[in-house]
């Protein structure tokens, strides 16, 4: 029988063997798994574990935070904190950054997490999952502002996910493609399940909310009036439709079997740029996709070349299947 690789051992070949990663950064995605398999604990606990419902807090974009919302972060948080790989964090559900409190050593890395993306699934049973992406602190930046946190999503060092779902699978790239890790929980350990993940560039399936089509704009509308037309239609071929209302699951489906994934800008809010948050949603998740042969704009630009303006920026998210989300780019630039 083949040798099962764990994230361990697979971090450290990551380093020692080809050199693409440093030993503090190896440590950081130690620590984000060892997190993620305690927020997984908690999640699968499910009623058992009180751990359902609404916490009385709202987060800085004035959304509802549940119970396991607060309890991710905090998981994060302390097992980030101490290790002395890291600068500072921030959080989807902090209002400001958090700095690595004095009494520990600092690193360079900040840290960057959406605990617990698809809140609105935790109490139904659907999957959920953690998102993270990594920055170096800027050079020469003694005490780290929010400002380090600025930088495009092109600047990234390390992004991934964990999905808690019927399997707990950890999803990662440092640049060199992406990676998948299921958990064992017999053995409390990520094991490498999928190597050189890649997204078929064509697909026949696409993911959007499709509550809100009447708000959207006009490219949008036209590219899924033209997949609903299916076979009949200019594009001359069925489309099928997923819509999880967990992104980690919707782009886990989309690396595993390929797909478009849509949150666009809509006339709900139109003073937003879009709903899904640019540093802690899109470019993690952008960045994985594009490291598996997708691509990932906001209609108009590569998410990862957007200079983010503030930490809790939001954007316009257009994912998946190359050749699908360059067809929905296109239609933008015909406006
Ligand atoms: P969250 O981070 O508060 O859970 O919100 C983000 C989620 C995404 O995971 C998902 O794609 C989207 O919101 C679903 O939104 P909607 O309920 O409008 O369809
Ligand atoms: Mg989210």
Not at 4 to 11: A, E, G, Q
Not at 45 to 53: I, N, S, T
Not at 233 to 245: L, T
Request: aromatic content about 6%; charged content about 25%; overall charge negative.
């Amino acid at each position: 029988m083949a040798q099962k690789i764990s994230l361990t051992r697979y971090l450290v070949e990551q380093q020692r063997v080809d050199g693409l990663i440093p030993s503090q950064l190896r440590l950081l995605l130690e620590v984000v798994a060892r997190a993620c398999k305690s927020i997984s604990q908690a999640v699968n606990k499910g009623a058992l574990g009180g751990v359902l419902g609404s916490a009385d807090s709202e987060n800085v974009q004035g959304e509802v935070q549940k119970k396991l919302d607060i309890i991710a972060n905090e998981v994060l948080i302390e097992a980030n904190e101490w290790g002395g790989h890291l600068a500072a964090m921030a959080s989807e559900e902090m209002d400001s950054i958090y700095l690595v409190p004095n009494r520990y050593p600092q690193g360079e890395y900040l840290l960057l997490f959406d605990p617990l993306d698809g809140s609105s699934n935790i109490d139904v049973n659907v999957s959920i999952g953690t998102i993270f992406s990594v920055l170096k602190k800027p050079e020469g930046s003694p005490a780290v502002t929010e400002k380090d946190f600025l930088q495009a999503g092109a600047r990234q060092v390390a992004a991934g996910y964990c999905v808690y779902g019927p399997q707990t699978t950890l999803v990662l790239t440092v640049g060199d493609g992406v990676s998948m890790f299921t958990l064992d929980r017999e053995q409390g350990s990520f094991v490498l399940t999928h190597e050189n993940v890649k997204i078929p560039e064509d697909t026949k399936e696409f993911a959007i909310n499709m509550s809100n089509m009447r708000h959207w704009d006009e490219p949008v509308r036209r590219y899924i009036d033209e997949c609903l037309l299916g076979q009949e239609g200019p594009r001359g071929k069925d489309f099928n439709m997923r819509w999880i209302a967990s992104m980690v699951a919707d782009v886990h489906r989309i690396l595993t079997r390929g797909g478009i994934f849509m949150y666009p800008w809509d006339k709900r809010e139109p003073n937003k740029p879009g709903k899904l948050r640019l540093m802690y949603e899109a470019n993690p998740m952008s960045w994985l996709v594009e490291q598996a042969g997708g691509a990932a704009t906001n209609g108009r630009q590569r998410i990862l070349d957007i200079q983010p303006g503030q930490l809790h920026e939001r954007v316009s998210v257009i994912l998946g299947s190359k050749n699908e989300v360059e067809r929905v780019t296109s239609y933008h630039s015909k406006l």
